[in-house]
């Protein structure tokens, strides 16, 4: 009889203990994909910045030079143009592009997200079985 009141006492301490280690797994897991997903936008934000301040210094530089060029003639003032087009879609690729690598970042935080519930619910399972 008392060695099933230990062998039920290793086994409660041994559930508690399991539990603790499951907690703290999630903890870690949730810690680590809230500053993955915050270093990732915030790196983001911070090149999205840069390319916006980029873009409208090109795009201010080259709306002075058609000012000045728009007394010359009409072809300097046709190229003119032509270059604040290729701006904008480069701008809209730039846009695009960080929209795709977003998805990307988001997707991969997922799939470690699942990938750590696997290794969560293998370890549940491991003290289950044991």
């Not at 993955?36 to 530089?61: D, G």
């Not at 701006?87 to 699942?114: D, G, M, R, Y």
């Amino acid at each position: 009889n008392s060695l099933k009141l230990e062998a039920a006492e290793r086994e409660h301490q041994q559930k508690i203990r399991n539990e603790l280690l499951s907690k703290q797994t999630r903890e870690n897991e949730a810690k680590l994909l809230a500053s993955a997903e915050q270093s990732a936008v915030e790196a983001l934000k911070r090149e999205t910045q840069t390319i916006r301040n980029s873009m409208e210094r090109q795009c201010r530089f080259l709306e002075t030079q058609l000012q000045k060029q728009q007394e010359e003639s009409s072809a300097t003032e046709e190229k003119l143009r032509k270059l604040l087009e290729e701006a904008n879609k480069a701008a809209s690729t730039l846009q695009s592009n960080q929209k795709v690598l977003l998805a990307k970042q988001e997707a991969h935080t997922l799939q470690q997200q699942k990938e750590f519930q696997k290794e969560i619910n293998a370890a549940q399972e491991a003290v289950i079985r044991s």
